[in-house]
């Protein structure tokens, strides 16, 4: 029926039939060779554009009836030959040339941190120039980790050495431990269904809470700057930090840092990379507050091409530089 706004004429094609013809024109193996849709390829969806761009409603009245009657002996599959001859090789060579489009996530917005709250013990230690600070919580038993279970219990009238007992002679593992029962302090003392947790962490991830300290929800982005001397220094700016910033009216994004420093660019979720070196394009997943980033390949909808670089090693190993890709996937140089 025509669309009301435009007077154009709009005809949907089922999901049955583009997959008929997909697989009928050779197209599926396009992105690869199992004569199957790759969906762990984000553009099976320009596959499945063309194979809908080229269905016009005599195909799809052929193969219903042909479906409809198809236990019939006597009936014939229709013969749907491709648009073109070349079609195969023509779509693979573009196929080959698309640049996946990704939303980047700039919003300030959401849970500016997690929801437990730590209790500061006062103690901190500086290992390679990070530091690093003793905090402790309460946790559930059965929602203890191994790691949790065997190092982080701070073992207070022995309640640590009690619950480790306790999960090795009921499986071994603290999930169903406690599904029955719960150790006691002694014979006739409370039950433990709670034990106090020593924690260590990079006193930059954290931040002040109502009654204490939180781990920060995640990082809104890094900035990375040449020194003078030619290395690359990063600051890692977390959805906390961004929306103090935009409160105060201060640019989120800052070019400016230590003094002689030169910006180079900042990146944040969904941006955009050209890997030189690797002739590559990809796509920043993560931001980690070590100054690494996750990267996938712009077109991997499975994460099977998953990395995890430091983001200067990018700029000095790959010549990484940022683009920008708009929504029909032309690339350009990013103004950042």
């Not at 640049?99 to 849970?111: A, D, F, P, Q, T």
């Not at 906390?240 to 003094?259: D, K, N, T, Y």
Request: net charge positive.
């Amino acid at each position: 029926s025509p669309d009301e706004t435009t007077g154009t004429v709009v005809q949907a094609v089922s999901g049955r039939v583009t997959a008929h013809l997909r697989r009928l024109w050779g197209l599926n193996n396009i992105l690869g060779d199992t004569g199957e849709k790759n969906r762990a390829d984000h553009r099976h969806h320009a596959v499945d554009a063309l194979t809908v761009a080229c269905t016009h409603p005599g195909m799809t009245q052929k193969l219903s009836r042909y479906w409809k009657d198809k236990d019939n002996p006597r009936v014939q599959k229709p013969n749907l030959p491709p648009p073109w001859e070349t079609i195969r090789n023509d779509a693979e060579k573009a196929v080959q040339d698309i640049v996946v489009s990704h939303r980047v996530r700039k919003k300030i917005s959401g849970r500016l941190h997690k929801e437990t709250i730590y209790g500061d013990t006062g103690e901190e230690e500086t290992t390679d120039n990070v530091t690093y600070q003793y905090f402790v919580t309460r946790k559930k038993v059965e929602a203890l980790s191994q790691k949790e279970l065997k190092e982080q219990i701070c073992d207070d009238r022995g309640v640590g050495t009690i619950v480790k007992d306790w999960v090795e002679d009921h499986g071994g593992d603290p999930k169903t431990a406690f599904k029955n029962s719960y150790p006691t302090v002694g014979e006739h003392g409370p039950q433990i269904r709670k034990v106090r947790l020593r924690i260590k962490r990079q006193s930059k991830t954290m931040t002040k809470a109502s009654t204490g300290y939180a781990d920060l929800d995640g990082n809104h982005h890094i900035a990375l700057y040449q020194l003078p001397n030619g290395k690359i220094d990063c600051e890692i700016v977390s959805l906390l930090r961004a929306s103090q910033r935009l409160a105060s009216r201060e640019p989120v994004i800052q070019r400016e840092h230590s003094g002689s420093a030169k910006f180079i660019m900042s990146l944040s979720k969904g941006d955009s990379l050209k890997l030189t070196e690797d002739n590559k394009i990809v796509i920043v997943e993560s931001i980690w507050s070590s100054g690494q980033i996750t990267i996938v390949d712009h077109s991997d909808a499975k994460g099977s091409s998953k990395k995890q670089p430091k983001a200067r090693s990018l700029l000095l190993r790959n010549k990484a530089k940022k683009i920008s890709v708009d929504p029909i996937g032309r690339v350009h140089s990013s103004n950042d």
